[in-house]
C-alpha cells in the first residue's frame, strides 16, 4: 500500500524568503503525486500534480515541485512566499488501479513571518 | 463555474443523533468520494461512488452510509453520531481516470453535543 511521509509539521518562513516543503512516498509502481494547500476552514485546492514526464512540474500560485524518484520525494518549492500562502500543504499519493484513491500526508503547516 | 458544494458548512449534532451531509456538483463527475478530516489530521477516505458502485473502506465504522441518487448529488449518513466523529468532513469528485484530478469542495464542519 502506497505511504505519504510530511517530516516537517510546522515551518515559519520570512516574507520574501524562499520555501522547500519535504514529502517522502512509498509505493511500488510509478506513483501518481499530488500537491494540496489548505487554507484555514477551507476545503483542498490542488497546487499541482506529477503524473509522468518532465520530474519538475509547475503549478498555481508560482508553486513547482520536483519529482525524484531515487530519492522517493517530491518536494514542493516557491521562490519567494507572501504572506497569502501560510495555509496547510498536503502531499497525496494516488495508486494506478484506474482512478485516484489518494492517500494524504499528515500535513505542514506554513507560518508566514513579516 | 463548475464546482463542489457542500452543505451546510457548519452542522451541529447531538451524541446519538442521525445527521446527513449534502455534496452537489456541475462537473459531471463519475466519482464522488467523502473524507474525514479531524483536527490537525490528513483527510482519511471513508468510501466512494464510481457512478452507482459503492466502495467502502475497510476501516470505515458502520456507523457512516452514504447515497448517490443520482450523479449530481451524494449523502454522508452518520446513524448514530459519537463526540469522536466530530471533524470535517470533505467531498471530493473526479472524472474516474488514472489522471483524474480530484475537486474537492469547502467541506463541512461536525460537531457533536
Known amino acids: 500500500a502506497q505511504s505519504v511521509t510530511q517530516p516537517d509539521i510546522h515551518i515559519t518562513v520570512s516574507e520574501g524568503a524562499s520555501l522547500e516543503l519535504r514529502c517522502n512516498y512509498s509505493y511500488g509502481a510509478t506513483p501518481y503525486l499530488f500537491w494540496y494547500v489548505q487554507s484555514p476552514g477551507q476545503g483542498l485546492q490542488l497546487l499541482l500534480k506529477y503524473f509522468s514526464g518532465d520530474t519538475l512540474v509547475q503549478g498555481i500560485k508560482g508553486f513547482e515541485a520536483e519529482f525524484k524518484r531515487s530519492q522517493s520525494s517530491f518536494n514542493l518549492r516557491k521562490p519567494s512566499v507572501h504572506w497569502s500562502d501560510a495555509a496547510e500543504y498536503f502531499c497525496a499519493v494516488g495508486d494506478s488501479t484506474g482512478f485516484q484513491k489518494l492517500v494524504f500526508g499528515t500535513g505542514t503547516r506554513l507560518l508566514v513571518s513579516p | 463555474d463548475a464546482m463542489v458544494i457542500q452543505n451546510p458548512r457548519y452542522q451541529v449534532t447531538q451524541f446519538g443523533k442521525p445527521v446527513t451531509l449534502s455534496c452537489s456538483q456541475t462537473l459531471n463527475h463519475n466519482v464522488m468520494y467523502w473524507y474525514q478530516q479531524k483536527s490537525s489530521q490528513a483527510p482519511k477516505l471513508l468510501f466512494h461512488?464510481?457512478?452507482?458502485?459503492?466502495?467502502n473502506e475497510a476501516d470505515t465504522p458502520d456507523n457512516f452510509q452514504s447515497r448517490r441518487p443520482n450523479t449530481s448529488f451524494c449523502f454522508l449518513d452518520i446513524r448514530s453520531p459519537g463526540l469522536g466523529d466530530a471533524a470535517m468532513y470533505l467531498c471530493a469528485t473526479s472524472q474516474g481516470v488514472i489522471t483524474g484530478e480530484q475537486y474537492f469542495g469547502p467541506g463541512t464542519r461536525l460537531t457533536v453535543t
Open positions: 461512488y464510481y457512478d452507482k458502485d459503492f466502495n
